[in-house]
C-alpha cells in the first residue's frame, strides 16, 4: 500500500469565514472608517490558513489506512468490513473516510467521520450486504483530513485495491446446526412428530425418562434390572440426500434482493451441511436445458468445500428447463433411494403438468420433495385499498395466482410427490424442517 495521491482543498468553514470578511468590504465601502476591520480580518484569514497547510503537508505521509475484511463473503447477509486509520501527526486531526466500495453493492453515500488524537489508531467500521455471487474489485481509500482549525483539507488517496470472493451464504450455517442439534423441531414452522423405530438404527438401552415413547420399553432388561428400560434409537445413517437445482430462466425472479436461484443456493448449502454432520451423504445437481454438474452424494472429509465451490460458480443461462434429461442423469448416477429435493419454480399448473410424468417416475425410486416458492409479494397487493375497477381485477387476479400456487402443492402431493410452499425468505429453515421431518419419520 502507497500513498500515490495527495490534494489540497479549502474546506467550508473557509468560504464562510470569506463570505463574511466579503460582506464586511461591503459596509466598509458605505463606511470607509470600517475599511481596516475587513482588511484585518482578511489577512488574518490568509495566515491562519496558509499555517493550517502548513501543518497538514509539513508532514509527507501524516494518515495511513488500511482496510481488513473477511477472505470471502456471505451472500446476502451482513459481512463487516473495518478500516483502521493511523494519525501520523503531532496532533489531533479530524477525518473523513470515504472508502470506494466495489460496484456491485450500487452504494456511494458511505462516508465515515471520526477525530484521531495525535499518534492513535483508530478503527472504523461498517457493514456491506452483496446480493449476487461473484467477485468484487475493491478501489481507493480516500481520506481528508483537516486539523481542529477546519480551514484546509488535505486529501490522501490511499491505494489498496483488493477483490472478495462472494460465497453462497455460510454466515449462518452454525446457527443452522446448533438449532438442529439442540432441537430439530424448535425451527419457526415445524410440527412435532413423534420418532418411528421402525426405520432407526438400535443405539443402547437406557433408563426411562418420563415422556418416553412406551412402546420402546425392554421387558427382558425389566426382568433384569427391576426398573424400567428403554430402547433408544438413532436415525439411520449414510442415507442419501441431493439437491437438485434448477439454474433455468424462471429461477432468475428477485425477491428481496436476491434471485431464486441464490436463495435455492444458499438452502442446498445449508441441507447439505446438517445432512454430512447427521452422518448422510450430501450430493449436487444442477439443471437446465441440460444437466450442467453433478456432485455424487458422499460425506468424505473436505466434502462441503466442493460443495461450496460448485455452488459458487452457477448462474442463470436463461434456457427451458428440460426435465427429462434430468431423470436419464438421475437414474445413471443414484442407485440408491435417495432424497431428491428439488428447487424450481412453477407459475403455473400447466407448468407443473408438463414435468408431472417425470417427478413420478422420480418418485418411484427415490423420495421427492420439490420447492414451491410463494410469491410474498403478491400479498402486499391484497392489502391495498380499492381505488377504482382496476384495483379490484388486479386483486382478482393476484388472489387466483395465489390460490393456483396451493393447487400445484395439492396436485404434487396427490402424485406421491413431496412439496415444500415456502416464502423464499423462508426457504432455508423450510427446507431443513423438512429433511428433519423426514428423518424422524423414517420416510426414506
Given at each position: 500500500?502507497?500513498?500515490?495521491?495527495?490534494?489540497?482543498?479549502?474546506?467550508?468553514?473557509?468560504?464562510?469565514?470569506?463570505?463574511?470578511?466579503?460582506?464586511?468590504?461591503?459596509?466598509?465601502?458605505?463606511?470607509?472608517?470600517?475599511?481596516?476591520?475587513?482588511?484585518?480580518?482578511?489577512?488574518?484569514?490568509?495566515?491562519?490558513?496558509?499555517?493550517?497547510?502548513?501543518?497538514?503537508?509539513?508532514?509527507?505521509?501524516?494518515?495511513?489506512?488500511?482496510?481488513?475484511?473477511?477472505?470471502?463473503?456471505?451472500?446476502?447477509?451482513?459481512?463487516?468490513?473495518?478500516?483502521?486509520?493511523?494519525?501520523?501527526?503531532?496532533?489531533?486531526?479530524?477525518?473523513?473516510?470515504?472508502?470506494?466500495?466495489?460496484?456491485?453493492?450500487?452504494?456511494?453515500?458511505?462516508?465515515?467521520?471520526?477525530?484521531?488524537?495525535?499518534?492513535?489508531?483508530?478503527?472504523?467500521?461498517?457493514?456491506?450486504?452483496?446480493?449476487?455471487?461473484?467477485?468484487?474489485?475493491?478501489?481507493?481509500?480516500?481520506?481528508?483530513?483537516?486539523?481542529?482549525?477546519?480551514?484546509?483539507?488535505?486529501?490522501?488517496?490511499?491505494?489498496?485495491?483488493?477483490?472478495?470472493?462472494?460465497?453462497?451464504?455460510?454466515?449462518?450455517?452454525?446457527?443452522?446446526?446448533?438449532?438442529?442439534?439442540?432441537?430439530?423441531?424448535?425451527?419457526?414452522?415445524?410440527?412435532?412428530?413423534?420418532?418411528?423405530?421402525?426405520?432407526?438404527?438400535?443405539?443402547?438401552?437406557?433408563?426411562?425418562?418420563?415422556?418416553?415413547?412406551?412402546?420402546?420399553?425392554?421387558?427382558?432388561?425389566?426382568?433384569?434390572?427391576?426398573?424400567?428400560?428403554?430402547?433408544?434409537?438413532?436415525?439411520?445413517?449414510?442415507?442419501?440426500?441431493?439437491?437438485?437445482?434448477?439454474?433455468?430462466?424462471?429461477?432468475?425472479?428477485?425477491?428481496?434482493?436476491?434471485?431464486?436461484?441464490?436463495?435455492?443456493i444458499n438452502a442446498a448449502l445449508v441441507l447439505s451441511d446438517i445432512a454430512i454432520m447427521k452422518d448422510d451423504k450430501a450430493g449436487v445437481i444442477t439443471y437446465s436445458n441440460k444437466v450442467h454438474n453433478v456432485l455424487p452424494p458422499a460425506r468424505d472429509k473436505g466434502w462441503m468445500h466442493r460443495v461450496l465451490e460448485l455452488l459458487y460458480a452457477q448462474r442463470t443461462d436463461f434456457a427451458e428447463t428440460d426435465i427429462e434429461a434430468l431423470f436419464a442423469r438421475v437414474k445413471r448416477t443414484l442407485g440408491q433411494r435417495s432424497l431428491l429435493v428439488m428447487y424450481t419454480n412453477y407459475e403455473s399448473l400447466q407448468a407443473m403438468r408438463r414435468q408431472l410424468p417425470y417427478l413420478q417416475l422420480l418418485a418411484r425410486a427415490h423420495l421427492v420433495a420439490v420447492v414451491i416458492f410463494r410469491n410474498t409479494e403478491l400479498d402486499q397487493l391484497l392489502l391495498r385499498t380499492d381505488k377504482d375497477t382496476m384495483d379490484v381485477y388486479v386483486k382478482a387476479i393476484t388472489t387466483k395466482m395465489l390460490h393456483e400456487k396451493e393447487l400445484i402443492a395439492k396436485e404434487l402431493e396427490r402424485h406421491g410427490v413431496l412439496t415444500i410452499l415456502t416464502a423464499p425468505e423462508q426457504l432455508s429453515v423450510s427446507v431443513l424442517n423438512k429433511y428433519l421431518e423426514i428423518k424422524a419419520r423414517g420416510m426414506l
Open positions: 500500500m502507497r500513498t500515490f495521491v495527495s490534494s489540497l482543498f479549502l474546506t467550508r468553514r473557509f468560504f464562510g469565514i470569506g463570505w463574511v470578511v466579503v460582506g464586511f468590504f461591503i459596509g466598509a465601502f458605505f463606511l470607509p472608517v470600517l475599511m481596516p476591520v475587513p482588511v484585518g480580518a482578511l489577512s488574518l484569514l490568509i495566515a491562519a490558513t496558509l499555517l493550517d497547510i502548513v501543518r497538514l503537508f509539513r508532514v509527507k505521509e501524516g494518515i495511513h489506512a488500511s482496510r481488513h475484511t473477511l477472505a470471502k463473503w456471505s451472500n446476502g447477509d451482513e459481512n463487516p468490513v473495518t478500516v483502521e486509520v493511523h494519525n501520523g501527526y503531532a496532533f489531533p486531526v479530524d477525518v473523513r473516510v470515504l472508502d470506494e466500495l466495489p460496484v456491485q453493492l450500487q452504494e456511494r453515500g458511505l462516508d465515515l467521520h471520526h477525530r484521531i488524537p495525535a499518534g492513535a489508531l483508530e478503527t472504523l467500521s461498517y457493514m456491506v450486504r452483496p446480493r449476487t455471487r461473484g467477485v468484487y474489485a475493491y478501489g481507493a481509500i480516500n481520506v481528508l483530513t483537516r486539523t481542529g482549525w477546519g480551514l484546509a483539507e488535505k486529501r490522501y488517496k490511499l491505494e489498496q485495491g483488493r477483490e472478495v470472493a462472494v460465497y453462497p451464504s455460510y454466515i449462518h450455517l452454525r446457527k443452522y446446526e446448533l438449532m438442529a442439534l439442540a432441537d430439530p423441531y424448535s425451527m419457526a414452522g415445524v410440527r412435532k412428530v413423534r420418532r418411528s423405530a421402525q426405520r432407526s438404527e438400535f443405539e443402547r438401552i437406557r433408563e426411562y425418562i418420563p415422556g418416553d415413547d412406551r412402546r420402546t420399553v425392554n421387558w427382558k432388561a425389566f426382568a433384569r434390572k427391576g426398573k424400567l428400560m428403554v430402547n433408544q434409537y438413532q436415525d439411520e445413517k449414510a442415507q442419501q440426500v441431493v439437491s437438485l437445482i434448477d439454474t433455468g430462466r424462471t429461477m432468475k425472479m428477485p425477491f428481496g434482493g436476491l434471485s431464486l436461484l441464490d436463495r435455492a
